[in-house]
């Protein structure tokens, strides 16, 4: 199975803050890389899709890049409703695996 | 607009059989492309794909859970379903379903369910 390693496990950080969010993978993933938000109610929302393909409906703070087996998430300007959790998920092959998440937090 | 819905027993106890439902609208489970999958999270970790059925009838499970995971579907009704056997208390979760989208470099959990919380106990 393809590990996915998210960095940092969580990241204290203010309103109007850039942030990054990384992602590595175990082997080469070819770009097949998604994203999604959790928030606390447990609602899942999807926002990026292979690596850098933005979902109808999410804003353009959000983007996504990377190549080979590093990937990353930036928030260009926080937003109160973007504190939650971020996963990263693979599907170069099966099984696809999600990374273990990220909680960005308010500092 | 698509929605999806899972619907379970809640608490079962070890050993016993785990079925899902998922009910959707907004697409149709016979349309080249589409598919649904089922994803689970324990309280407080993350999230573990568990298998997905197409548009065509094909079935993919993850192998960890070796040959407990069987899913299927109700066209008809628009209906997704996870049979998950001999059940114990490693199987505590939230169960989502999602709609996922496929295409040549697409492969994409795009609408999910709520969730539906199962504790298996005794």
């Known amino acids: 199975d393809i590990q996915m390693t998210q960095t940092p496990s969580s990241m204290p950080a203010s309103l109007g803050e850039r942030v990054t969010i990384s992602c590595r993978a175990s082997?080469?993933?070819?770009?097949?890389l998604n994203w999604y938000q959790q928030k606390p109610d447990g609602t899942i929302k999807p926002l990026i899709y292979y690596t850098s393909n933005l979902q109808s409906g999410v804003p353009s703070r959000f983007s996504g890049s990377g190549s080979g087996t590093d990937y990353s998430l930036t928030i260009s300007s926080l937003e109160p409703e973007d504190f939650a959790m971020y996963y990263c998920q693979q599907y170069d092959s099966s099984p696809w695996t999600f990374g273990g998440g990220t909680k960005l937090e308010l500092k | 607009q698509v929605t999806l819905k899972e619907s379970g027993p809640g608490i079962l106890q070890p050993s016993h059989t785990l079925s899902l439902t998922c009910s959707f609208s907004?697409?149709?489970?016979?349309?080249?492309?589409?598919?649904v999958s089922w994803i689970r999270q324990p309280s407080g970790k993350g999230l573990e794909w568990l298998a997905s059925?197409?548009?065509?009838?094909?079935?993919y499970n993850n192998p960890s859970l070796k040959s407990r995971l069987t899913v299927s579907k109700d066209t008809s009704n628009n209906q997704a379903f996870l049979k998950v056997t001999s059940v114990d208390t490693a199987d505590t979760a939230t169960y989502y379903c999602?709609?996922?989208?496929?295409?040549?470099?697409?492969?994409?959990?795009?609408?999910w369910g709520q969730g539906v919380m199962v504790t298996v106990s005794s």
């Open positions: 999602a709609h996922t989208r496929y295409s040549s470099y697409i492969h994409y959990f795009d609408y």
């Open positions: 907004g697409f149709s489970l016979s349309t080249y492309g589409m598919g």
């Open positions: 059925i197409w548009w065509n009838g094909n079935t």
């Open positions: 082997q080469g993933i070819s770009n097949y």
